[in-house]
């Protein structure tokens, strides 16, 4: 079950080993007998390795041993959930419009890899498409991109019954309107709102406080370097500033995210060899990572064991 397969589940010692580790305590490694690393999920199927959201994707991941596969979800003319991220089909297709001014069918015949080198034909895929190619022990998370919410929340819930793949999939989305639609269906995980991590994020690095941390089963994602501009407010106006690059996932605010048992975290964009390590010292559950190719290597390597510096 994917909520068994992302459980920071100590091997033998405790996540606060590895915090101590990392925030200059007493020495202890990063490896598979102690702990587990952080897991590698493929952003929308590993966009650095093979056309983003596209059964070619799928299989590139795969092969290249990812552990989850992240992928975008939009509705077609028809209402049929689909892959695919930007507005307008013209960022990465050779068609232009929003998705959903074509059908389903329309868009299959559509290259989704005609901004891709070396160029070769992938189709936009259905969700059902790539739920029936993924291996079902293989988590699967959904980016839910399409606005208004509920007629794709339930077309997408509709997929996911026909499926039966409820337990091996999980809902984000950076449109809060999510977390209400998709209330109607019980057995949908869905990570919380992106306001309240950013907000709880900041909270930390700002104030060095930990209030109201998320509930116990909460997931919680966010970029694990981000650009953010910040406001102070005056009893005569503002000031803004902005912050290039901010880290807000440290030891900190991991250890604050999980006051409450089994709070699991994604840090988004982690795309080199340093900033995975450093994510697995500052004790996150799992990365979202462009290349699987280039990130799993690294994950390999740090399960034969890690000094955190």
């Given at each position: ?6 459980l ?27 702990q ?6 493929a ?16 299989g590139?991941?795969?092969a290249?041993h ?42 299959a ?5 005609a901004?891709?080198k070396?160029?070769?034909f992938?189709g936009v895929?259905t ?10 022990a ?23 019954d026909?499926?039966?793949?409820w ?12 977390q209400?639609?998709?209330?109607a ?12 991590t ?12 930990c ?10 994602a966010?970029?694990?370097r981000?650009?953010?501009?910040l406001?102070?407010r005056f009893t ?8 290039a ?18 709070v ?29 190719r280039?990130?799993?290597p690294?994950?390999?390597?740090l399960r034969?064991?890690?000094?955190c510096?």
């Amino acid at each position: 079950m994917m909520q068994s397969m992302f459980l920071r589940v100590a091997m033998g010692v405790s996540i606060a080993s590895i915090l101590a580790a990392c925030a200059g305590g007493p020495a202890a490694s990063v490896d598979a007998h102690r702990q587990t690393v952080p897991f590698v999920i493929a952003h929308r199927g590993g966009t650095g390795d093979a056309p983003e959201n596209t059964l070619l994707a799928i299989g590139s991941a795969l092969a290249n041993h990812a552990d989850a596969i992240w992928l975008t979800v939009q509705l077609s003319r028809d209402g049929v959930p689909v892959l695919y991220r930007p507005a307008d089909l013209a960022a990465l297709t050779d068609a232009h419009g929003p998705v959903a001014s074509r059908t389903a069918a329309e868009l299959a015949r559509v290259n989704a890899a005609a901004r891709f080198k070396p160029q070769t034909f992938a189709g936009v895929p259905t969700l059902a498409e790539a739920l029936a190619v993924i291996p079902a022990a293989t988590p699967v998370i959904l980016d839910m991109k399409a606005l208004p919410a509920a007629p794709q929340a339930a077309a997408v819930a509709r997929v996911l019954d026909q499926a039966g793949a409820w337990n091996r999939v999980l809902l984000y989305s950076t449109e809060a309107a999510y977390q209400q639609a998709f209330a109607a269906w019980p057995r949908a995980r869905v990570f919380e709102s992106r306001d309240a991590t950013r907000g709880r994020l900041a909270q930390v690095a700002l104030a060095q406080t930990c209030e109201a941390p998320p509930s116990a089963g909460t997931w919680a994602a966010f970029e694990w370097r981000r650009s953010l501009d910040l406001t102070e407010r005056f009893t005569l106006g503002e000031a803004h500033s902005t912050v290039a690059e901010a880290q807000l996932w440290s030891p900190q605010a991991v250890q604050c995210f999980r006051t409450n048992a089994n709070v699991h975290i994604v840090a988004i964009a982690v795309n080199d060899a340093a900033d995975y390590k450093a994510a697995a010292c500052a004790g996150v559950d799992a990365v979202l990572a462009d290349s699987p190719r280039q990130i799993a290597p690294v994950r390999d390597a740090l399960r034969q064991g890690y000094r955190c510096p």
